[in-house]
């Protein structure tokens, strides 16, 4: 279980330190050498060339970069506002709580990433348009688990205590709840990260994400899919990359879900 | 049960407003003038306002959306401005090869996930346990745009055995099945498991154990009954994952469902189909589980008192 966290831990760092060194490393990935077109895994570039004869090391870097930043955006903004919206939800009742939890019946009853694809393919492809897709169907999840821990959260005597005090709404949320319902929402927020990595990826996959010259992970397996025949490390080396992140996201998820015991936090 | 069936009915139906009226209010997202966007810069302006008024978007927005209902009512979903035909005709089409993939999946998806997570659940701490879960963690992590062409790589490329695309005869259903199963297959071997393990520390397993009942006997007679409560809500969840990875797995196997049709609308910019499109994988999924929930109040005699 250490080994396998601490690799997972590793992969982690890893993939957020290439992001970051980025547009430090001294990186050529839209570099065309017609010389070196399709050419497989050699000592200079460790993972070949791709069909324009671009360093394939260089360009998942880059998608590193988009990957990483692509999901921060996402999350970050889904978590704050899906956590607002439950919370105000959870603490305010009635109408309002009914409200929405229609809403949030509404947008779960879209499959998967589906409606991400459509509003995306409607938007226009970008990656701006991705993340602004991506956001609008990620805060449901955030909204949902917000929701339904401050709804168990406050019939608690101290959050009545400072009610009767007189503390002002706002200020319970933040001090009083939100400290309460945080284990979860991190635990969400890892699995999100990872979610949202494979989201952007088949965005761009499907040519709806990252656009040419740009580099993402999911278009490189797109253009690899061409040719497979002659040059599969197109294909493999992008698909290992997602693989290796989102398996380490997952399994630090994981972790994080036996360190912070959700369900002993909510019972308290 | 019968005001639970009514009450959950009456929910979907909200639902399914909802789902059409946010349907409805995606060709409004589209940047700029939709239909600008769908005719191109160099449209002429008479053509440009000849297919305004045929999509009905010079009309006021509630007026618009009035005659969305009432033309879904009617099951009358427009036409398509790339080929000109019928969408519903063309919708039905493609609804039978994403049914064909989608049942081919599950069933896939219940031929692994059952024995491997009985068997992980029967040997629990063991190293079938461990490669289990290994499958299971792998196969989540394996996302289905990944897990087509590197199938591809191998049975159709290195291999030989299978075709590459298509959709004629059962050897081209084989991959695109396998790719979309696969990932069910991971999370539902997770759930078999784990329901499986709650379900064997039961008085009544220990009763039948006690009885002399052979292992098999007792996970086939009574665990596995008991366990498949869960397993089939969770199935009835993720099948609209299923739906939405069609999307992709049909893209990459050229297998000609609604998947397909969603991806070369959006392609074209054929808004209409796309909508169309959005609303019947929505609606299945709604569908769906409903079902699923009447048939979980049915096998379980608790629910059904409960509500």
């Given at each position: ?6 690799i997972?831990t ?12 980025a547009?430090?490393l001294p990186l050529?990935p839209?570099r065309?050498?017609?010389?070196k077109?399709l ?8 993972l070949g060339?791709d ?6 090391v ?5 998608g590193a970069?988009t990957?990483l930043?692509?999901?921060v955006?996402?999350v970050l ?5 899906g956590?607002l919206?439950?919370?105000?939800a959870?603490w ?8 929405m ?6 947008f ?13 393919g409607l ?5 701006i348009n991705a993340v ?5 169907v990620?805060w449901?999840?955030f909204a949902r688990l917000?929701r339904a ?8 005597e101290?959050i009545?205590?400072?009610?009767a ?7 319970i949320?933040?001090q009083?709840?939100?400290?309460l ?6 635990i969400?927020a890892t ?8 989201a952007e990826a ?12 740009g ?7 797109r ?5 497979m025949?002659?040059?599969p490390?197109?294909?493999?080396a ?5 693989c290796?992140v989102?398996l380490s ?8 879900r036996?360190i912070l015991d ?7 | 049960m019968l005001t639970?069936l009514?009450k959950r ?7 399914l ?6 349907v409805f ?6 940047p700029g003038?939709?239909v600008?966007?769908m ?22 927005l ?9 033309n879904l ?5 427009g036409e398509?401005f790339?080929s000109?035909?019928d969408i519903?005709l ?8 994403t049914?064909?993939?989608a ?5 896939i998806a ?5 024995p491997l997570g009985s068997l992980?659940?029967?040997n629990?701490g063991?190293h079938?346990?461990?490669?289990a879960?290994?499958f299971s963690t ?6 289905n745009f990944?897990?087509?062409?590197l199938?591809?790589?191998i049975?159709s490329i ?8 298509g959709?004629?005869g059962?050897?081209?259903l084989?991959?695109p099945?396998?790719t ?5 297959a991971?999370?539902?071997s ?7 393990l709650?379900?064997?520390t039961?008085?009544?397993?220990t009763?039948?154990?006690?009885r002399?009942?052979?292992?098999a006997?007792?996970?086939?007679r009574?665990?596995?009954p ?8 969770v199935?009835?969840m ?9 999307v992709?797995?049909e893209?990459?196997f ?6 397909q049709?969603?991806?070369e609308?959006i392609?074209?910019?054929d808004?209409?189909?796309v909508?169309?499109?959005v ?6 999924y ?7 929930d009447l048939?979980?109040?049915m096998?379980d005699?608790r629910v059904?008192l409960?509500q």
């Amino acid at each position: 279980m250490t080994v396998r966290f601490s690799i997972a831990t590793t992969v982690i760092i890893l993939w957020c330190l290439l992001a970051l060194l980025a547009s430090v490393l001294p990186l050529d990935p839209d570099r065309i050498v017609l010389q070196k077109i399709l050419v497989a895994p050699e000592w200079q570039s460790w993972l070949g060339y791709d069909d324009l004869g671009r360093s394939i090391v260089d360009r998942i870097i880059i998608g590193a970069r988009t990957s990483l930043l692509v999901a921060v955006c996402v999350v970050l903004v889904s978590a704050v506002t899906g956590t607002l919206l439950g919370m105000l939800a959870g603490w305010l009742g009635g109408w309002c709580d009914h409200l929405m939890v229609v809403v949030l019946d509404i947008f779960m009853a879209f499959p998967g990433i589906l409606l991400a694809i459509a509003m995306a393919g409607l938007l226009g492809p970008g990656i701006i348009n991705a993340v602004i897709a991506l956001t609008l169907v990620g805060w449901v999840g955030f909204a949902r688990l917000a929701r339904a821990q401050t709804l168990g959260i406050k019939q608690r005597e101290h959050i009545t205590a400072a009610h009767a005090l007189g503390t002002r709404g706002w200020r319970i949320g933040r001090q009083h709840i939100l400290p309460l319902i945080a284990a979860p929402l991190i635990i969400e927020a890892t699995f999100a990260v990872s979610a949202t990595v494979i989201a952007e990826a088949s965005l761009s996959f499907l040519g709806l994400g990252v656009q040419a010259p740009g580099s993402s992970w999911g278009s490189m397996i797109r253009e690899g899919t061409r040719y497979m025949l002659v040059a599969p490390h197109m294909v493999l080396a992008p698909g290992i990359a997602i693989c290796l992140v989102v398996l380490s996201i997952n399994l630090l998820g994981d972790r994080l879900r036996d360190i912070l015991d959700v369900r002993q936090t909510v019972r308290g | 049960m019968l005001t639970y069936l009514i009450k959950r009915i009456i929910t979907a139906f909200f639902v399914l407003l909802g789902v059409s009226t946010m349907v409805f209010l995606l060709i409004h997202i589209v940047p700029g003038d939709p239909v600008q966007a769908m005719l191109g810069e160099s449209a002429q302006p008479a053509d440009l306002e000849a297919m305004r008024i045929a999509l009905g978007l010079h009309l006021p927005l509630l007026q618009q959306w009035l005659e969305f209902m009432n033309n879904l009512l009617h099951l009358d979903l427009g036409e398509s401005f790339y080929s000109r035909r019928d969408i519903s005709l063309l919708l039905a089409e493609h609804l039978g090869p994403t049914a064909i993939l989608a049942v081919a999946s599950l069933l896939i998806a219940i031929c692994i996930a059952v024995p491997l997570g009985s068997l992980a659940a029967m040997n629990r701490g063991s190293h079938w346990d461990r490669i289990a879960m290994g499958f299971s963690t792998l196969g989540i992590a394996i996302p289905n745009f990944w897990m087509g062409p590197l199938l591809i790589l191998i049975f159709s490329i290195a291999l030989g055995w299978l075709p590459v695309s298509g959709s004629k005869g059962l050897s081209s259903l084989i991959l695109p099945a396998i790719t979309l199963g696969t990932a069910l297959a991971a999370l539902l071997s997770r759930m078999v498991r784990s329901s499986l393990l709650e379900v064997l520390t039961e008085d009544y397993i220990t009763a039948a154990r006690a009885r002399g009942m052979s292992s098999a006997r007792v996970i086939l007679r009574h665990a596995m009954p008991n366990a498949a409560l869960p397993v089939i809500t969770v199935l009835g969840m993720q099948l609209g994952g299923l739906l939405a990875g069609a999307v992709i797995t049909e893209t990459i196997f050229s297998w000609p469902g609604i998947g397909q049709l969603t991806i070369e609308s959006i392609q074209r910019r054929d808004y209409p189909v796309v909508q169309a499109c959005v609303l019947v994988i929505s609606f299945t999924y709604v569908f769906v589980n409903l079902l699923t929930d009447l048939c979980y109040g049915m096998l379980d005699p608790r629910v059904r008192l409960e509500q």
